[in-house]
């Protein structure tokens, strides 16, 4: 027995030196990533108030584009893979060029200023990452390592724009290889996030939240209602998918040269927009979701954001489609929820859960999200929603790099019913 406690605290020696090691990386990736972040979002802000109150601005969106694509052009990062990039620096260790930083926050900035349909969470995931492969080549880590510092900068830049470490670090562990979740990043990840999310509310920023107006009692009327809910959200989750896809293919299909496809692109999103005759698809539209939530959002919000959305990131402007997709769940949600007996409200906070999971097939982090953004109270329903949305929702997803280790259907088991 003295032997095997002798040897025990012998591994706590390595194990507390490993701890604290990984927690001062996590604190350092966390202040670095959580400064840059924090600037972000408060230029986004700003970007965001101008562009409302000069509507004229839009029009300067096709030019913006040119910028963007010269801006590319000449860091010699034209075949740039976005999200996807990152990761891959994490399945396989490809190196992230710190170039990407710089070039993402411009690029995001202008897309806002300048009326693009887009999110930001793309871009943060983005910059953390680049900056914490970075800094773990500059420190001389091995590749396992310098994997866990990416995610560690992933979790910090997500958690810096919306003020939800847990599921910026559940995400971030989750998203690189579905099945799979990389525990060994967990203690740096959630000192990061948790210190790049300390410096955000330090600066005045107010993490993200909502308050839904009603959450039902569990009932097996509530349970049903619910179920559908989740049923559909995965079928707007593919059409989702299947038009940010499409809409790449066929710019690049039909314009080969970037700058007149960036450019035509940006004319066909002012088009719509004074078609349309609101501003409500342009930038993020977290005024909008904010509406939903409180139970006001009109019938086609989700599908002309969809549209909007897929037809600004094809043309390569950038950003993300995670704010997006809250957008199109929680408008989907608010529209389709008394339908089906569930109050506007709740359905607008669980179907923009629902469909954030089954666009980037991350259950454990979209319930998690739920209970940041929402609280607990209806933590079941939250969980079925996003379960039933990421069953359904099939092998589609926003990021083509993503891998998805297991069935989600077990065909194993519906052959042999079956035969």
Known sequence: MLERLNRYLEGSEKGVYVFLIWSFIGA????????????????????????????????????????????????????????????????????????LTPLIFISTIITHLLGGSAGREGAALQIGGSIGSFIGRKIKLDEKDERIITMCGMSAGFAALFGTPVAAVVFSMEVITVGIMHYSAIVPSIIAAITATGISMACGVTPTSFTLESVPSLSPSGVGSVILLGMFCAGVSVLFCLAMETAGKYYKQIFKNGYIRIFVGGCIVVAITLLLGTRDYNGAGMDVIARAIAGEAEYPAFLWKILLTALTLGAGYKGGEIVPSFFVGATFGCVIGPWIGLPASFAAGTGMAALFCGVTNCPIASVILCVELFGAEGIAYYTLACAVSYMLSGYYGLYSEQKIMYSKMQPEFINKSVH
């Open 28 to 99: 350092v990736i966390g202040a670095v990533v959580g400064v840059v972040g924090i600037t972000f979002h408060i230029l986004l802000e700003e970007v965001t108030a101008f562009r409302m109150s000069h509507p004229w601005i839009l029009f300067l969106l096709p030019l913006g584009g040119l910028v963007i694509a010269g801006l590319y052009h000449l860091l010699r990062m034209q075949n740039d893979r976005g999200t996807n990039l990152i990761l891959i620096a994490v399945r396989v260790n490809e190196k992230v060029s710190l170039r």
